[in-house]
């Protein structure tokens, strides 16, 4: 396991029929190391593979079938208050609309959480998607506390809920290494679109590709999941 080596490009050096001990494989390093294999499987997320960030050569076909589809996104904003102001055993809260306002947080769930001493936490995860995940990674943790506080107060009123005391939160369209949270559409989007997975670049049956492409976006029914991801293996 090499740590903190980022991949550039993958580079097909020969097929199956270069000779017994021959590596067919090459992958360059942003530092410019090279490493060369029998094989590559690349989990990258699709994101990632869209951006163009890892240069592929030869292009292969399946690369090309997994790029139709989409990036989602969802970020989190977990928000930390003084004490639980919410009723016991309540898990989950959502906030309703109804006028044309775009909505901010709508999505909140309140998990046990403790410190390192066992005492319960009172915290709220809050759940963006769509303008406003993407806006939420332009704000502060400040601002993002704020705006939760606003949202929750529209629930228990102006005195229900204490000012936040910690926030933190996602980016994970802006991160490098994900561009965005997970797979999906368009449609349609066929079970062709996801097996990338199972094809050798050169479409060959050889037993072991030369390159394939693993992740939650290439299974054919669970993409977007993290036990999608397990299953392709």
């Known amino acids: ?9 993958v580079t097909q050096l020969g097929g199956s029929g270069a000779g017994a001990g021959a590596r067919v494989v090459s992958v360059t390093c942003a530092d410019g190391s090279e490493f060369s294999a029998d094989a590559v499987i690349c989990t990258v997320p699709l994101g990632v593979l869209q951006s163009g960030a890892i240069q592929f050569s030869p292009r292969p076909p399946q690369l090309d079938r997994l790029c139709r589809k989409q990036m989602g996104l969802m970020n989190l904003v977990w928000v ?17 609309r109804d006028d044309s306002t775009v909505p901010t947080f709508t999505t909140f769930l309140m998990p046990p959480m403790t410190d390192q001493h066992g005492t319960r936490q009172a915290i709220v995860m809050c759940q963006t998607v769509g303008q406003f995940a ?30 936040a005391v910690g926030c933190v939160h996602s980016s ?4 490098p290494f994900s561009r965005g949270s997970y797979s999906g559409g368009p449609i349609p989007t066929t079970a062709v679109d996801s097996s990338a997975v199972e094809t050798p670049v050169d479409g ?9 492409f693993a992740g939650e976006a290439t299974h054919p029914v669970h993409q977007g999941t993290m036990h999608g991801a397990y299953l392709t293996g």
């Open 172 to 175: 994970w369209a802006s991160d």
């Open 80 to 96: 930390w208050y003084p004490y639980q102001f919410w009723p016991e055993g309540y898990n989950f809260l959502g906030v309703s």
């Open 134 to 163: 993407l806006e939420v990674e332009t704000k502060s943790d400040a601002e993002l506390a704020a705006l939760a506080t606003e949202a929750l107060r529209s629930i228990f009123g102006e005195v229900g809920v204490p000012d």
């Open 1 to 9: 396991i090499r740590l903190n080596s980022v991949v550039t490009a």
């Open 204 to 212: 060959s049956a050889w037993e072991f590709p030369e390159l394939s």
